[in-house]
């Protein structure tokens, strides 16, 4: 077998590689040159040097949208993370009914990102309304607040599931060594149960926050960025500067504010992964 | 063994991977054989921009299709991505040859895509130079329909109140009505207008259509016909007009920003309200079968601001539909396209589906009355002598502009901001998208 693959490599890889230069790489070169120049199609796009890249770094609103974005992406992330991994801990207890409340948690997960969003505007704005409150759109404070409720209705669910994986898989021996040892529950959790979920918490704070700087669908349908760009998030404010605006101009914008958030989602996601894998103990 | 399902796998693949490819080939000559059967070569991609449309549009293509044999596909993008559409379509290897812009400031975006259109037949059948969009000396767009809005009263409403449509003639008739109507609101069971909803479906009624009256009475009194740098002398008059919409509705204007466009128009329609602000596109949402209005129940009024000569004011009347062809496309296919246009506005079928199937009145020579009522009222209006208020939201800087002017409107409505956030949204943000356009 070893040799049939040593062999046949490139007919497994070739495919994949092509489909993956062709969909991936290729677009993504062609992105980075446009990002400097403007254009209305790709195949009429005219150079506009490095004037795309000073406009994003200058324009109050993409600032603000930055801003905004790491505040949601941090409060979220913990909010979800704290409350799936509890929910999981509860859920690894043998309490009856667990498949049960497992399977309900996990749901909203299988509800898209845009559906959410008007259902949880339409349910926050009664809410509001009865409390004789501005509504999500215009005031700022409560679209966050719509937003943070939002995602952690929709990723628990699939967090806690991670951290169940994560749970059952460490061996009940040493549970049972701790136990025998005197430890207490709160030492089995900080000094046995948490070391050994390293690897979930890597990966659950990847997603968690990657998905919390990608946010799109649900920011759009929840808030749409009102009041004014307030509530408006990265990926929104790119989409606004690409399509919202016309002249050939602003798809450089686009473009360029496009290239910068690609860097900082990536440069984010390779910080923690290497913060969180350092933390990892092997079993 | 394995060798062999190494090698049969590797086969399953790549048999795929050509009859993937084997696949749109042989569709090519099918399709290019029917047409080269007939006279034309070319073919048609229309990208419609409105939606209510489409159905019409195919119907009309099949039709077209079937008399001269030349294939046409109409596409029409989703509500509010036409922009988006276009972009990545007409990018593609095949293009619309046909597609829209919404007047002057679209046509900045498109216009090193558009054919001159100088000398074709389909120009010479519009009934006046006033709907050709130019730039320069070329002509690069034609308006295809011409729409009105106004407020649509309810007649029987109206006169359980205790009035006709006779009796509004200026903006204090109107004030008067709906202020009566408020403060009998519970004795009556009905408000006077229906709720002026900021969602997005809906907005566009307020932050364009009503914004086009204080920018057509400034370009009046200014005896221009665009500017890069508005002034803002009607707006107390938009205010005035808002605040009566606002403050007369069926629910608190705290509650509009959430409101929708079918809210509105369902409060209509179960006779919550006595006035509607819409267009003459909104007819077959309110008239016809399963809907409780008939063409006696209904009168689209002009909006009276306060401004000008109300006693000649008539409807808002105009179009932001411009038709421009793809001057990258196949010569063959531009033509078939200007042959398509003009079969469109001139031929029975083609100008009969436009009147009854899509509710326009076209611009052309040859068109057909349409049985819209709010089409034949504004004609009415138009014989009396009454002179219509135009379309000048074509010129308003960028959409930018007008979501700007949005959001100020619903922070006012809901209390949550001031007039003068409007005022500086309306003017500042005019002269400020004007730079960003040309800059």
């Known amino acids: ?283 | 063994m394995k060798k062999v399902f190494a090698l049969l796998l590797t086969l399953t693949l790549c048999v795929g991977l050509l009859s993937a490819c084997g696949g749109t080939k042989t569709e090519t000559p099918a399709s290019s054989g029917s047409s080269g059967s007939s006279s034309a070569a070319g073919s048609v991609y229309y990208l419609n921009f409105k939606p209510e449309q489409d159905e019409a549009w195919q119907n009309l293509a099949k039709a077209y299709t079937e008399e001269t044999g030349v294939p046409v596909t109409v596409v029409t993008a989703a509500s509010g991505t036409y922009e988006q559409t276009l972009m990545s379509e007409i990018a593609k290897s095949t293009p619309p040859t046909l597609f829209q812009v919404n007047g002057p400031v679209g046509l900045a975006n498109w216009k090193d895509y558009c054919l001159d259109l100088t000398g074709t037949d389909v120009l010479g059948q519009l009934t006046s130079d006033g709907f050709a969009l130019k730039d320069g000396d070329a002509t690069l767009g034609i308006a295809y329909v011409i729409e009105s809005y106004g407020i649509i009263a309810n007649k029987t409403l109206l006169a359980k109140a205790g009035y006709s449509v006779d009796d509004i003639k200026s903006f204090a008739d109107l004030k008067k009505v709906a202020e009566d109507i408020t403060a009998r609101k519970d004795e009556l069971g009905f408000a006077a207008f229906s709720s002026a909803g900021m969602d997005g479906s809906s907005d566009w009624r307020f932050k364009t259509h009503l914004a086009n009256l204080p920018i057509y009475f400034e370009y009046q009194a200014d005896g221009i016909g665009t500017t890069d740098a508005i002034k803002g002398t009607y707006l107390d008059n938009y205010k005035a007009i808002f605040d009566l919409y606002i403050n007369n509705s069926t629910c608190d204007p705290a509650a509009l920003a959430g409101k929708t466009g079918d809210d509105s128009r369902n409060e209509f329609l179960a006779g919550e309200a006595v006035f509607f602000q819409n267009g003459s596109w909104e007819y077959g949402n309110l008239v016809g079968e399963g809907k409780p209005f008939t063409d006696d129940d209904l009168q689209m009024i002009p909006i009276y601001v306060g401004a000008g000569d109300e006693a000649k004011q008539g409807l808002c009347t105009g179009t932001e539909n411009y038709w421009c062809v793809n001057n990258s496309a196949k010569e063959e296919d531009i033509q078939a396209t200007l042959d398509f246009m003009n079969w469109c506005v001139t031929s029975e079928t083609g100008t009969k589906a436009m009147a009854n199937d899509m509710g326009f009145v076209i611009p052309f020579k040859a068109a057909q009355e349409s049985p819209n009522l709010f089409v034949k009222q504004d004609a009415a209006y138009t014989a009396e002598g009454k002179m219509p208020v135009s379309w000048n939201f074509p010129t308003m800087p960028s959409e930018n502009w007008k979501n700007e002017v949005g959001n100020a409107l619903t922070a006012y409505a809901a209390g949550t901001g001031s007039w003068d956030a409007v005022v500086t949204a309306f003017v500042d943000g005019w002269a400020s998208e004007y730079a960003a356009l040309n800059g």
């Open chain 1, 1 to 283: 077998m070893e040799k049939a693959i040593k062999r046949y490599w490139p007919v497994f890889v070739l495919p994949t590689l092509a489909a993956f230069i062709i969909g991936f790489v290729w677009p993504f070169i062609q992105g980075l040159y446009l990002s400097f120049c403007k254009f209305i199609t790709i195949d009429k796009a005219s150079f506009n040097g490095l004037k795309n890249y000073i406009f994003a770094l200058t324009e109050a609103d993409f600032l603000h949208a930055f801003w905004f974005t790491a505040l949601f992406t941090v409060v979220s992330t913990v909010c979800i993370n704290v409350a799936a991994l509890a929910i999981a801990l509860a859920l690894t207890r043998e309490i009856k009914g667990t498949n049960l409340f497992r399977s309900v948690y996990f749901m909203p997960n299988l509800i898209g990102g845009i559906v959410l969003g008007y259902i949880w505007n339409i349910l926050l704005n009664c809410a509001l309304t009865l409390m004789g409150k501005p509504l999500l759109s215009l005031h700022a404070p409560y679209g966050f607040i719509g937003l943070v409720i939002l995602m952690c209705w929709q990723q628990i669910g699939y967090m806690m599931i991670i951290y169940i994986a994560g749970l059952q898989s460490i061996p009940n021996d040493y549970l049972e060594a701790a136990r025998i040892d005197g430890a207490t529950e709160s030492q089995i959790l900080w000094k046995v149960k948490l070391p050994n979920l390293m690897p979930s918490i890597t990966i659950c704070l990847f997603l968690s926050l990657t998905n919390g700087f990608k946010l799109f669908d649900q920011n759009l349908a929840l808030t749409n960025g009102d009041p004014a760009h307030k509530t408006e998030m990265l990926a929104l404010n790119i989409y606004q500067t690409f399509y919202g605006r016309s002249g050939p101009q602003w798809k450089g914008y686009g473009q360029a504010k496009a290239v910068l958030f690609c860097i900082l989602v990536v440069a984010i996601g390779l910080i923690q992964l290497k913060a969180t894998r350092s933390k990892e103990v092997q079993q």
